[in-house]
């Protein structure tokens, strides 16, 4: 995974250590262990890194009026109970909230007021519930 692995052990002697991973891809997903010896001691931990990934369809900037596919996937196992896509210019009781059972948010006819801030949130069978933020630009 060289070079977009580190460790970051500068506060290793207080007791903390961490791995950067930059950047993330979906391959990294799965159980990661750390043990740190010291003297006869060894502490060890185990951490589950999933992905949340936001793809868009065409590419970023999109020419307005052109169809526009947002998707949001996670290596999360459980069952996908709802996606909803929140988005940042409509905020308090007139946000633009949409929900469904699909991952994919189609855009039909992009305009600039598309523009900015989207986050997709996924509700998960197991209660869980995760997000990512993707930032739509739109060429007039």
Known sequence: MKPRVSLQDSSLRNGNFSLRIAPVRSEDVGL?????????????????????????????????????????????????VETCWFHSKHLGPTSRTLCSS?????????????????????????KEIISATFNLRILG
């Open 32 to 80: 990661y262990e750390a043990q740190v010896k010291y003297r006869t001691e060894v502490h060890s931990c185990h951490v589950e890194l999933g992905v949340i990934t936001v793809t868009l369809s065409p590419p970023s900037p999109v020419i307005g009026n052109e169809l526009v596919l947002m998707s949001c996937n996670s290596s999360h196992q459980a069952s996908l």
């Open 102 to 126: 699909s991952t994919t948010l189609s855009i039909l006819h992009p305009a600039m007021s598309h523009a900015g801030s989207w986050r997709c949130q996924l509700r998960y069978s197991d």
